[in-house]
């Protein structure tokens, strides 16, 4: 069922007097005993109507219609409170109203959704304000998956509500479900003010993911070059390894993804371990992977070796074997044989008879 569209029809008169802030006409309808908790086709009563389009006088008149304390509570098919939709729109007045009623600012959604998200996800501050005073919880999670408020004021890049949200004690170390803090969704997505926030007010740069996933390393995947200088000025560490079998890096991400100026600043600062360690993989491979020319002169030119160790992790002897598999694939789909082993050497020779 579509909860986003409301069906005129199944609007109250009630209802729709609520929604079109029509206090003449409600006063007719309350005096006459109509009910101010029928529902439309979304779940919506007269008192959500009124929260959402901001009709302050008729929301006072359905509150003191219904004495019921559990009125201001009720919630939509959606599992909305006329508090949730107030907060999305930045009606403070509403809000103010519905607190002093008894609503409950750390009321939740179906999809656990708080008033006090919907006020960062929609850049209402004053009504942020509100809500911490009148006892939103800044913390835990205020959404599904654990995405609580200062993830999504660090994703939306919102400066002062993020100020605001460390002011009044938000958990700058905050989790969700994957592990990821808001100073790490700051990197994922470029994000350098947020991120510039969050590290002066101490968060850890060296945070891992359940993956684990650094924010140097999802910065340098992502191409965010301003953000991984200011990780590594921030004491980001380039050899924290960023995958289960402990050989993945920033640098690898960078070679990859063909990210050459942030190459520029990792190579210097990363182990070399990764070039000639057993059961570590050069990054000259990822370069490869990748078909970054660039990446892999660099990477060259700095010493790392074009007869790196065997990369037993995906089945390779050499980073040339690796250049020469996907060079063979390309011949393939032009007509060489599948049945060609194109492992190590074999695919020189095949290469070389189908040329000729």
């Not at 779940?43 to 304390?69: F, K, R, T």
Request: glycine share 6%.
């Amino acid at each position: 069922m579509d909860f986003t569209e409301a069906y005129a029809d199944t609007c109250s008169t009630v209802g729709l007097a609520a929604r079109e802030g029509n206090v003449k006409v409600l006063r007719k309808l309350l005096r006459k005993g109509r009910s101010v908790d029928v529902a439309d086709n979304r779940g919506w009563m007269p008192i959500h109507e009124a929260a959402y389009h901001n009709s302050v006088e008729c929301l006072q008149m359905l509150i003191n219609a219904d004495s019921s304390e559990n009125y201001i509570k009720m919630k939509t098919f959606e599992g909305f409170c006329a508090l949730h939709l107030a907060a999305s729109q930045g009606h403070w007045k509403i809000v103010q109203i519905l607190l002093e009623a008894g609503a409950d600012p750390n009321a939740t959604t179906l999809e656990e959704t708080t008033p006090l998200f919907l006020a960062v996800e929609n850049g209402q501050i004053d009504v942020l304000r509100l809500l911490l005073r009148h006892g939103a919880n800044v913390n835990g999670s205020h959404s599904m998956c654990g995405w609580n408020s200062l993830h999504q004021a660090s994703f939306q890049e919102n400066t002062e509500i993020i100020k605001l949200l460390l002011k009044k004690g938000a958990n700058k170390e905050c989790q969700d479900d994957f592990g990821i803090t808001p100073l790490f969704v700051a990197a994922q997505y470029g994000k350098i003010e947020s991120l510039s926030i969050l590290i002066s007010s101490g968060a850890n740069v060296n945070c891992q993911a359940l993956d684990k996933a650094t924010p140097l390393f999802i910065a340098a995947q992502e191409g965010h070059t301003k953000c991984v200088e200011l990780l590594l000025s921030s004491g980001a560490d380039p050899d924290l390894y960023c995958n289960e079998d402990n050989w993945q890096l920033p640098v690898h991400a960078a070679s990859q993804m063909g990210h050459s100026k942030i190459l520029d600043l990792l190579v210097p600062l990363t182990s070399r371990v990764c070039d000639t360690g057993l059961n570590k993989v050069s990054p000259v491979y990822s370069a490869v992977f990748g078909g970054h020319e660039e990446c892999l002169e660099i990477l060259l030119r700095n010493g790392y070796s074009p007869d790196a160790q065997a990369c037993l992790i995906f089945g390779f002897s050499s980073p040339m074997c690796m250049a020469f598999q996907k060079e063979l694939k390309q011949f393939t789909r032009l007509g060489l044989p599948k049945c060609w082993d194109y492992r190590c050497e074999p695919p020189c020779l095949a290469v070389w008879r189908f040329l000729m």
